[in-house]
């Protein structure tokens, strides 16, 4: 099956400084990456969606100057958070989707866990 | 995208068969129900898909009603492995707009 990567898997940062989460998939041509977040035994939140050559859609609520996304090629995706602060600390999980699959057969990357001090 | 609603969790013996029922009463003609599967610290990994009446693989069964405002996801004999949260969602395919919408999912405990 279609494999997904992020890298780092987990990283602890202090406040103010920026991180980068890289989200690569390794057997396929991705299209379209998503970035959701996830808290503590909450379900996951779609932060935005990105299809390559194109800026990425936010959703509401999610600051776009903070949470830069870059979709660069179809088989890299980065999520850089800026000026990172406690409130940040979240598992961050981006998925893809290859060309002519269905919408909802996306494939997940194993989540990226960030810890702002 | 339709709302779903499932049970918050569900708690199992090891070899029973589970059935998780999800509640779309808003479901549109022309959206599909998946069911994903998420380890704890992991991202969620896509179980089955459905339209309608009845969809088995090699993890799970899928029963949609002729309504389809409900559907019911089917483990047969579950092990400890099994142990997850599982999220019924709800849409359709709107080109590169489509996108997944995470309801709260039902965690499942599976015990000896």
């Known amino acids: 099956g279609a494999v997904v990567s992020q890298h780092p898997s987990w990283v602890i940062c202090k406040s103010g400084t920026s991180v980068k989460i890289e989200c690569r998939s390794l057997d396929f041509q991705a299209t379209t990456m998503f970035w959701y977040r996830q808290f503590p035994k909450q379900s996951l939140m779609l932060m935005a969606t990105s299809n390559e050559g194109s800026k990425a859609t936010y959703e509401q609520g999610v600051e776009k100057d903070k949470f830069l996304i870059n979709h660069a090629s179809l088989t890299l995706s980065t999520l850089t958070v800026t000026s990172a602060h406690p409130e940040d600390s979240s598992f961050y999980i981006c998925?893809?989707?290859?060309?002519?699959?269905?919408?909802?057969?996306?494939?997940f990357g194993p989540g990226t866990r960030l810890t702002v001090l | 995208l339709a709302k779903t609603t499932q049970p918050i969790s569900m708690d199992s013996y090891e070899g029973q068969e589970v059935n998780i029922t999800c509640s779309h009463n808003?479901?549109?003609?022309?959206?599909?129900i998946t069911w994903y599967q998420q380890f704890p610290s992991q991202g969620p990994r896509f179980i089955i898909q459905g339209y309608k009446t009845k969809v088995t693989n090699e993890v799970a069964s899928l029963f949609i009603p002729a309504d389809r405002k409900s559907s019911t996801l089917s483990l047969p004999r579950v092990s400890l492995s099994d142990t997850a949260v599982y999220y019924c969602?709800?849409?359709?395919?709107?080109?590169?707009?489509?996108?997944?919408?995470f309801g709260t999912g039902t965690r499942l405990q599976v015990t000896l």
């Open positions: 998925s893809a989707r290859g060309a002519g699959t269905y919408y909802n057969e996306q494939f």
């Open positions: 969602l709800v849409g359709a395919d709107t080109g590169t707009a489509s996108k997944l919408t």
């Open positions: 808003n479901i549109a003609t022309n959206d599909y």
